[in-house]
């Protein structure tokens, strides 16, 4: 039974409907979830996490190629279906809760010290009006992972994957780029899902580098910079500093800029990881 029938086939025998709460759209295509799991690069030494994974339709392979599959699902309308589908598979674990308050740390970290698995993966077709928040949990807690491969919206994917100062770059991509190497593994058609949502997608990959790109002693410090300087739109980040915490006043950062030989006028989008590695530096030893 293709992807296609067999969501149709479960939403009619448990009368299920997509939650818009949720951000629900089921992925119906058999290439797409053949091609996420591909670019994983998921096996049996592997342990997967797999955040909102609705119908079960991407979890279905992740069990049969992973060694190991925790799924964690809010939707306690999902649980029955996916305690229905895959409670008899001993390579499987299903928790109710938002990922957002799980301890995934410890889960991780649990699950490979007692087992036979090398390394923890998170595979996923993220819930899209939380997309942010999760990949900033995986990234900042600092997990034992050595990849995330997830589906996003399209312009979300662009920003997450581009290069720090490019013309998608928002504040989340130098988050990435300090944590990750980053790219656009598929794209996916909103003809992918039932319903089909308004948006097209794409799936990226991060692999997780083994120590951040920068060495930082305050990474608080650093991502406040960062966060300032795209808090007012379309503001030169000379404005946007000035009306931060972090300077006094306008004159400040000018000098500042003029000191680091960056251009006064330009934008904060503009700046590369290394350009506010610099400011950073100039604010320690400054401030």
Request: hydrophobic content about 40%; cysteine-free.
């Amino acid at each position: 039974m293709n992807a296609l029938s067999e969501t149709k086939f479960i939403m009619k025998k448990y009368n299920i409907t997509a939650n818009k709460r949720f951000g629900q759209n089921f992925l119906i295509d058999d290439d797409v979830i053949s091609g996420i799991i591909e670019n994983a690069e998921v096996s049996k030494e592997d342990l997967i996490i797999e955040i909102g994974p609705g119908l079960g339709t991407l979890t279905a392979e992740l069990i049969q190629n992973a060694g190991k599959v925790i799924s964690i699902e809010l939707d306690t309308n999902m649980i029955k279906i996916l305690n229905d589908r895959f409670s008899l598979y001993n390579n499987f674990e299903l928790i109710n809760e938002d990922v957002l308050k799980v301890d995934l740390k410890n889960l991780i970290n649990s699950n490979l010290e007692n087992s036979n698995l090398k390394r923890a993966k998170v595979v996923a077709n993220l819930p899209y009006y939380i997309t942010t928040p999760i990949i900033m949990k995986l990234l900042e807690e600092k997990l034992d992972l050595d990849s995330i491969t997830v589906m996003v919206q399209k312009e979300v994917a662009l920003r997450l994957t581009s290069e720090p100062g490019g013309k998608e770059t928002g504040a989340i991509t130098y988050s990435i780029n300090y944590f990750a190497d980053s790219k656009i593994v598929l794209d996916v058609p909103n003809t992918s899902f039932i319903p089909a949502p308004e948006v097209n997608s794409a799936v990226i990959k991060l692999s997780i580098l083994n120590e951040p790109r920068l060495k930082l002693e305050n990474e608080e410090l650093f991502f406040s910079i960062i966060k300032s300087a795209f808090l007012l739109k379309r503001k030169t980040l000379v404005n946007a500093l000035a009306n931060s915490n972090l300077f006094s006043n306008k004159t400040e950062v000018i000098e500042m800029l003029t000191n680091l030989n960056i251009d006064t006028n330009i934008r904060g989008e503009k700046l590369t990881l290394n350009d506010y590695y610099e400011i950073y530096k100039y604010i320690l030893n400054n401030k």
